[in-house]
Structures are given as structure tokens and as C-alpha cells.
């Protein structure tokens, strides 16, 4: 239950186009009263129909069948089917464009975040399980808000309002109907309990899968130049077939729910019906109002239903939302002591003084560095792999903040400079060359967007 908790979350985005939102639930509401009151206008035309035929067959002198009051029913019922179609029309139409606006803002929301985590935290996940996080997650919130958020409010509504009208009509029979929801919310609860775990597995399930997509893709080449092709045909296999039995487990216990919450409420429309019939014999309830309790029990007995399978919907979308907020959550990148700016011309002075470096205190990579480049020298790093090479790059890029001593550029503590000025003054060439889908000019162009032709050409 605590995944699907985290679906609250999302309210603060829904929130900001609370307006439009709290239409929609107004237009649900009609939706839940016109449905509501079918049963009623229908019992009202069955009993007068009934008793005008009851009387036409006992012979009363002047019976007939009252076409003017069925006419009105009639053309009051029609008005209903007319407001039910506008507020469904429109309850999608609102609740659907405020859930479109508020993924967008979470979507802006998540690649601001990313922009704001440290490298460390891409170099300890596995790209395609954050893309999955980004995507598929994303559009199971979305998916669960757009289709069954909706449902569930209507059907939440509709068993209020069918309660109510029971009440009215037949108060008796309210404790069998409360026994029923009770036993059907107990059971589900249970079973969702039960399931939610799964539903999590699978999601993890999925983000692996997309991880190891990426990269195997991005390591074609040399999977090919290694004749690892079967190799890598058993990983997917073997994470896809993880992935299928999360599913199927998850769907199987999500589908639990439908057949017990059913059983219970198929077993309180026998017992209402029964009990509403012998009171139409003894004449105390009237046919119209027996068909109108039917329904109303059938009415909670379909949100019921309804309800219980969009569970699995729920319980996914749940989980997924506690993936997307769980990169939301990450620590960002610490900006609260860059107070300084490199030089508009930086002459290139770098010393590292006493640095030490590790990913943790308990890991300690680099200890008492010292050394000091100047201006205009052209040094080579040399050393095996894993030397740290690439590490003392990151460090005088602020892609690792160091444990001790100091780095300077130009005499100025690099940890007081903001990154983005920092980095503006440095020029990186990675060993594998990345190209963006874009033109040339727009690839040498990404690292100043102000560059003019001329200086893209000599370049």
C-alpha cells in the first residue's frame, strides 16, 4: 500500500490547474446524479403502468392508461440520457486536459532534476532503467490518471448516491448492501496487500530490461567483434522471462479481486431481491421501487466491480510513482558555497594542492596530490587503466567533489566557482566521440550557442 501512497504526490501538479479539475469533478458529479436517478424515473413509470394495468384488468370504472404522466416521465428521463452524455463529455474533456498539463510539468520537473544530479549518481544507475523511469513510468501515472482516476471517482460517487436512494425507498435493506461493501472492500484490500509486491518487482523488472537494451546497443559493435551475440541473446532471455513472470504473477493477483468482490455482491442482490419481493406481495413496496432497490444494488455492484479491476491499474501505476518521485528525491549537486568567477581570460594555472579523493571516506582513490601546471604547458597523464587517469579530469570539472586539500585555477579555489562558470572555461575532448541528431555546425556549436559561422568553420 505504501507505493500506491506515493500516488498522492502527484496532486501538488494537478493542484496548479485546480480550477479546471474541480469542473471536471463537478461534471462527474452530474454524470453520478442523472445515472443516479435512472432507476427512480423508471420505478415511477413501472408503477404507474402497472397499477393503470391492474386496474384495467379489475374492471375499475374509468380505468385507463394515464399517457399523460408516462409522457412526462418519459420526456424527463430523455433530459437526463441529455445531461448524463454532456457531463461524461465533459468530465473527460476537463479531468483529461488538467492529467495532460500536470505530466507535462512532471515530465519539465524531471529534466530540471536531472540537469541539477551529480555525475556520480548516472555513474551508479544503470542508464535505461533512469529512461524507463523518465518514459514507461511516467506514462503509467499518466495512463492511470487519464483512464482510471475518473472511473474510480465516479464509481466512489455512485455508491454514495445509490446508498442514499436505497435509504429512501427501502432503509431495511442498507445493512445487507453495507455487509456486502464491507466484505468486498476487506478482500480487496487483502488481495491488492497481497500484490503490490509483484507490481513492484515488475517495474524494476522493466527498468533492467531497458538497461540491458542500452546496452547492448550501444555495445554492438564490439558484442559483434567479440562474438558475444549468444551470450547476449541469454541475458535478454533471462531478463525477459524475470520480467513475464512479475507480469503474469501481477496480473494473476490483481485479478483476484473481480471474481470475490463479485461472488459477495452477486450474493446481496439475491438477498435484496428476495426481500423487496415478498414486500411487493404484501403490498408495502411498490413494483417501481423494487426494480428502482435492483438497481441501485446492481448500480454499487458494478462501481464494485469496476473498481476492483482497475486494482491492477492502481497498483502499477503506484509503484511506478514511486520510482519517478524516488528520482525526484535525489540529492542535487551543492551549490551554496560558489560565490566566486573565474577570470574572463584565464591564463590556465592549475595546482592541486594536498587533494584527496575518494567515493567515500571508507574508499579513499587518491591521497596527498600535489603537483602545479602553467600556463601554456602541455601535459601528458600518463598510466594503466584504473590509475585515475579520467578521475583527476572530473575532479578539476567539479563532476566529484574532492574530500581534501585544494584545486585552483589561476589561484582561485575552484569549490567557491560556479560549475557553469567553470566549466565554460574548459574545453573537453572524450575519447568516444558523441554526435547530437543534429547538423554539423550544431554539434560544434553545442559548447558556445553564441559562436558565430566563422569561428565554427576554424574550428
Known amino acids: 500500500m505504501k507505493d500506491i501512497i506515493e500516488l498522492r504526490r502527484v496532486w501538488p501538479y494537478i493542484k496548479k490547474y485546480k480550477g479546471q479539475f474541480f469542473i471536471g469533478i463537478a461534471m462527474i458529479l452530474l454524470v453520478v446524479i442523472t445515472a443516479g436517478l435512472e432507476p427512480f424515473i423508471l420505478g415511477l413509470a413501472i408503477t404507474e403502468i402497472g397499477e393503470n394495468i391492474v386496474d384495467i384488468v379489475q374492471?375499475?370504472?374509468?380505468?385507463?392508461?394515464?399517457?399523460?404522466?408516462?409522457?412526462?416521465?418519459?420526456?424527463?428521463?430523455?433530459?437526463?440520457?441529455?445531461?448524463?452524455?454532456?457531463?461524461?463529455?465533459?468530465?473527460?474533456?476537463?479531468?483529461?486536459?488538467?492529467?495532460?498539463?500536470?505530466?507535462?510539468?512532471?515530465?519539465?520537473?524531471?529534466?530540471?532534476?536531472?540537469?541539477?544530479?551529480?555525475?556520480?549518481?548516472?555513474?551508479?544507475?544503470?542508464?535505461?532503467?533512469?529512461l524507463s523511469r523518465v518514459t514507461s513510468d511516467v506514462e503509467s501515472v499518466s495512463n492511470f490518471l487519464t483512464q482510471t482516476f475518473s472511473p474510480t471517482i465516479m464509481g466512489i460517487?455512485?455508491?454514495?448516491?445509490?446508498?442514499?436512494?436505497?435509504?429512501?425507498?427501502?432503509?431495511?435493506?442498507?445493512?445487507?448492501?453495507?455487509?456486502?461493501?464491507?466484505?468486498?472492500?476487506?478482500?480487496?484490500?487483502?488481495?491488492?496487500?497481497?500484490?503490490?509486491?509483484?507490481?513492484k518487482e515488475q517495474t524494476q523488472a522493466l527498468g533492467s530490461l531497458f538497461a540491458l537494451s542500452q546496452e547492448h546497443l550501444s555495445g554492438f559493435t564490439e558484442m559483434k567483434v567479440y562474438n558475444q551475440e549468444e551470450e547476449s541473446l541469454n541475458q535478454f532471455k533471462d531478463m525477459n522471462a524475470r520480467l513475464t513472470k512479475a507480469a503474469a504473477t501481477a496480473s494473476f493477483r490483481s485479478g483476484l479481486v473481480t471474481p470475490v468482490t463479485r461472488f459477495t455482491a452477486d450474493m446481496a442482490y439475491v438477498v435484496v431481491a428476495l426481500i423487496s419481493g415478498r414486500q411487493v406481495i404484501k403490498g408495502t413496496v411498490t413494483l417501481g421501487n423494487l426494480q428502482a432497490l435492483v438497481q441501485y444494488v446492481n448500480q454499487i455492484n458494478q462501481s464494485i466491480n469496476q473498481m476492483s479491476e482497475m486494482s491492477g491499474a492502481m497498483q502499477n501505476a503506484g509503484a511506478a510513482s514511486a520510482r519517478v518521485f524516488e528520482l525526484l528525491d535525489q540529492e542535487e549537486e551543492d551549490f551554496s558555497?560558489?560565490?566566486?568567477?573565474?577570470?574572463?581570460?584565464?591564463?590556465?594555472?592549475?595546482?592541486?594542492?594536498?587533494?584527496?579523493?575518494?567515493?567515500?571516506?571508507?574508499?579513499?582513490?587518491?591521497?596527498?596530490?600535489?603537483?602545479?601546471?602553467?600556463?601554456?604547458?602541455?601535459?601528458?597523464?600518463?598510466?594503466?587503466?584504473?590509475?585515475?587517469?579520467?578521475?583527476?579530469?572530473?575532479?578539476?570539472?567539479?563532476?566529484?567533489?574532492?574530500?581534501?586539500g585544494k584545486i585552483l585555477i589561476d589561484q582561485v579555489d575552484i569549490s567557491e566557482v560556479s560549475r557553469q562558470n567553470l566549466r565554460e572555461h574548459i574545453g573537453l575532448v572524450l575519447q568516444e566521440a558523441w554526435l547530437f541528431q543534429d547538423t554539423i555546425a550544431e554539434n560544434i556549436r553545442f559548447g558556445d550557442k553564441e559562436a558565430t559561422k566563422e569561428e565554427i568553420i576554424n574550428a
Open 157 to 199: 460517487l455512485q455508491i454514495i448516491f445509490s446508498l442514499i436512494m436505497i435509504v429512501l425507498i427501502h432503509p431495511q435493506v442498507l445493512i445487507i448492501v453495507l455487509t456486502m461493501m464491507i466484505l468486498a472492500l476487506v478482500f480487496s484490500r487483502l488481495i491488492i496487500q497481497w500484490g503490490q509486491p509483484v507490481w
Open 59 to 130: 374492471g375499475v370504472p374509468g380505468a385507463s392508461m394515464n399517457y399523460s404522466y408516462i409522457f412526462k416521465i418519459m420526456l424527463i428521463y430523455g433530459l437526463r440520457g441529455a445531461l448524463n452524455m454532456l457531463g461524461r463529455y465533459f468530465s473527460t474533456f476537463f479531468i483529461s486536459g488538467v492529467v495532460q498539463k500536470s505530466m507535462f510539468d512532471l515530465r519539465n520537473d524531471i529534466s530540471n532534476k536531472m540537469n541539477r544530479l551529480p555525475v556520480s549518481y548516472f555513474d551508479s544507475h544503470k542508464l535505461g532503467d533512469i
Open 337 to 404: 558555497n560558489e560565490t566566486q568567477q573565474l577570470p574572463k581570460k584565464v591564463k590556465g594555472e592549475v595546482v592541486f594542492d594536498h587533494v584527496q579523493f575518494g567515493y567515500s571516506t571508507d574508499n579513499i582513490l587518491m591521497n596527498d596530490i600535489n603537483f602545479k601546471v602553467n600556463p601554456g604547458d602541455t601535459v601528458a597523464i600518463v598510466g594503466p587503466t584504473g590509475a585515475g587517469k579520467t578521475t583527476l579530469i572530473n575532479l578539476i570539472l567539479r563532476f566529484y567533489e574532492i574530500l581534501d
